[in-house]
């Protein structure tokens, strides 16, 4: 007979502890009291809009210096890895593998047919932030990203007057999107819930009185898209997916 291993959930908030990161900005957390969950709410609450010892932007980063002297390097730099791809698992909503490694190659490709070398991390943060979900998310209609997954799974998005029930759609410059009349009271509810907080990127125009959605600006070439160099090692992911 052969075992068979059970796959036991486990729920967001313990993956968060683990990571020691607020990765998904929840709410949430600051409210816990348990002593387990102190550490991470102590380091959310620097992050928070609303609190007085406001940290949210990562100026440098102390550890980066340190050297230790009797530790297994590689050891550590697995572990580090396996930590950085939990953290961007959680932060794009668990994304399949298959899918990563796809757009990790096509994104090395770009930057090799480019004539002026452009650093291949700039294309694969373009395919990351231009799929339909994460412009949802980040422009606060939603407040997450299985949120809007949701709603253009039931067709209730639509881009340029068309229907989209792709989650994976990338949207370009010149793309207008909006949302169909039955899904503005689950909208006007993720928005009186959400901090609008971090600010939308400012490749996107949006109307909150309208539920429109205008890309204005080419997202490669913003360097303010959600602050992911404060989340995400983006080098070491794509390192890791790399084929």
Same mark, same amino acid.
């Given at each position: 007979m052969i075992n068979k291993k059970l796959y036991r959930y486990k729920?967001?908030?313990k993956k968060l502890a683990s990571l020691k990161k607020n990765v998904q900005n929840r709410k949430k957390i600051l409210n816990f009291r348990?002593?387990?969950?102190?550490?991470?709410?102590? #380091?959310?609450?620097?992050? !928070? /809009?609303?609190?007085k010892t406001n940290c949210y932007y990562k100026f440098y980063d102390q550890n980066i210096y340190y050297t230790p002297k009797f530790n297994n390097f590689f050891s550590k730099n697995y572990k580090q890895n396996l930590l950085t791809k939990r953290g961007f698992n959680l932060f794009y909503g668990s994304l399949r593998e298959k899918y990563l490694k796809s757009i990790v190659s096509r994104s090395f490709l770009k930057s090799n047919q480019? #004539?002026?070398?452009?650093? !291949? /991390?700039?294309?694969?943060?373009?395919?990351?932030?231009?799929?339909?979900?994460?412009?949802?998310?980040?422009s606060h209609f939603t407040l997450s990203i299985r949120n809007?997954?949701?709603?253009?799974?039931?067709?209730?998005?639509?881009v340029n007057k068309k229907c989209v029930q792709d989650?994976?759609?990338?949207?370009?410059?010149g793309d207008l999107i909006t949302f169909s009349l039955k899904s503005h009271k689950i909208i006007e509810y993720y928005l009186v819930n959400s901090d609008?907080?971090?600010?939308?990127?400012k490749y996107l125009q949006i109307s909150y009185k309208v539920f429109q959605i205008?890309?204005?600006?080419?997202?490669?070439?913003?360097?303010d898209s959600t602050n992911l160099s404060m989340w995400l090692n983006l080098n070491s992911?794509?390192?890791s997916y790399k084929n």
């Amino acid at each position: 007979m052969i075992n068979k291993k059970l796959y036991r959930y486990k729920p967001v908030y313990k993956k968060l502890a683990s990571l020691k990161k607020n990765v998904q900005n929840r709410k949430k957390i600051l409210n816990f009291r348990n002593q387990k969950w102190q550490f991470l709410v102590a #380091k959310s609450t620097k992050m !928070s /809009k609303t609190s007085k010892t406001n940290c949210y932007y990562k100026f440098y980063d102390q550890n980066i210096y340190y050297t230790p002297k009797f530790n297994n390097f590689f050891s550590k730099n697995y572990k580090q890895n396996l930590l950085t791809k939990r953290g961007f698992n959680l932060f794009y909503g668990s994304l399949r593998e298959k899918y990563l490694k796809s757009i990790v190659s096509r994104s090395f490709l770009k930057s090799n047919q480019t #004539k002026n070398r452009i650093n !291949s /991390k700039l294309f694969f943060k373009e395919f990351l932030e231009s799929r339909l979900d994460v412009i949802l998310y980040r422009s606060h209609f939603t407040l997450s990203i299985r949120n809007a997954r949701q709603l253009i799974n039931h067709g209730q998005v639509y881009v340029n007057k068309k229907c989209v029930q792709d989650a994976s759609f990338l949207v370009k410059k010149g793309d207008l999107i909006t949302f169909s009349l039955k899904s503005h009271k689950i909208i006007e509810y993720y928005l009186v819930n959400s901090d609008l907080w971090p600010l939308p990127p400012k490749y996107l125009q949006i109307s909150y009185k309208v539920f429109q959605i205008s890309v204005i600006d080419d997202i490669k070439l913003a360097n303010d898209s959600t602050n992911l160099s404060m989340w995400l090692n983006l080098n070491s992911v794509m390192q890791s997916y790399k084929n």
